[in-house]
């Protein structure tokens, strides 16, 4: 056979090898609509990947057609609803939909009166949500002798809630399942980090849950000192340890065994500590208000010092 897609040949070459010059001829004579049309069929990290192949498919990969795939229907309305106090005004009017998709991506845009944030999530373009500490319902919360609302320059809300002292520590908040990206699985983190002296939050562990609102949803142990939990795997057992940030000694006794697998936090980009809560699968069709909580009730220790920013609801990673 002649020269075509495959070597055909008997020199040792596999027949299935392509012919890379005839690869990159078929490519770039395909039409650059017909591959953008195609390219808004994949997804933002594809797009990225396949925008290499050749110049086509570089210049296809810009055009507006495939970007505005990427946003969610009602972005307009999202960013009208954000407005120039939230961010949002100036991206109505960006040059392009990919710019505007990837400043989505990376500055979220403040909705709901100051309650909550959107963005998107880069890879996927599914939605991301922050439901703000004034957009959660917090035991005690309004009482400002337990709880105090300040503003701090790292948070992307206006307030965070500080705890002062408690010995009961609540908190929920709820979205409803039409907000989010239809069937994706979604993880939520709590997102607080702690003030100058916080302390009782070595043990017990606190228990946190997500899921349907309503439902029996099962609950985690985690721990939210991030020291104490990277202490208590090898240090179980111990009388009396100093445990980390909260900077308080503590006789622990004998922790039990199940704590081995307690999960702690992690320490976000922006400086925050986030804690995952759980997860849930928003299938297509399903309605209802998916809800997220942290406890610690069971212990009966007063703890205090905690700053609580929000609570984060973004798609899992792949």
């Not at 039990?256 to 804690?275: C, F, H, M, S, T």
Request: hydrophobic residues 35%.
């Amino acid at each position: 056979m002649g020269g075509g897609l495959l070597k055909m040949g008997t020199d040792g070459c596999d027949e299935g090898e392509i012919d890379e010059g005839f690869q990159g001829n078929f490519f770039g004579s395909l039409p650059e609509g017909f591959v953008a049309n195609a390219l808004a069929l994949t997804s933002p990290r594809d797009v990225c990947r396949l925008s290499l192949v050749c110049s086509v498919f570089r210049s296809a990969a810009e055009w507006d057609a495939v970007w505005e795939k990427f946003l969610p229907l009602n972005y307009q309305k999202i960013l009208a609803e954000a407005g120039d106090g939230g961010g949002g005004g100036g991206l109505v009017r960006y040059g392009s939909k990919k710019e505007l998709y990837l400043r989505l991506c990376d500055h979220p845009v403040i909705i709901d009166g100051g309650n909550k944030s959107f963005s998107l999530d880069k890879w996927s373009g599914k939605k991301c949500y922050m439901l703000a500490a004034r957009d959660l319902s917090i035991i005690w919360g309004d009482t400002p002798r337990y709880w105090r609302w300040i503003s701090v320059p790292d948070s992307r809300f206006p307030e965070v809630a500080e705890l002062i002292s408690v010995c009961w520590l609540e908190v929920r908040g709820r979205i409803s399942t039409s907000m989010l990206s239809a069937d994706t699985c979604y993880v939520a983190y709590l997102v607080y980090k702690s003030a100058l002296g916080a302390y009782g939050f070595e043990y017990p562990p606190a228990e946190v849950s997500m899921g349907i609102s309503g439902a029996e949803n099962e609950t985690k142990p985690v721990f939210l000192d991030h020291e104490a939990w990277q202490r208590q795997s090898y240090e179980r057992g111990l009388p009396g340890r100093r445990m980390g940030m909260f900077n308080r000694v503590r006789r622990l006794g004998s922790l039990p065994a199940a704590d081995a697998a307690v999960n702690g936090p992690k320490r976000r980009q922006d400086g925050w500590l986030e804690i995952e809560m759980g997860e849930y699968l928003n299938k297509k069709g399903e309605e209802g208000d998916v809800e997220m909580s942290m406890t610690e009730v069971k212990g009966g220790n007063w703890k205090g010092g905690l700053i609580i920013q929000g609570i984060e609801i973004r798609p899992k990673s792949c």
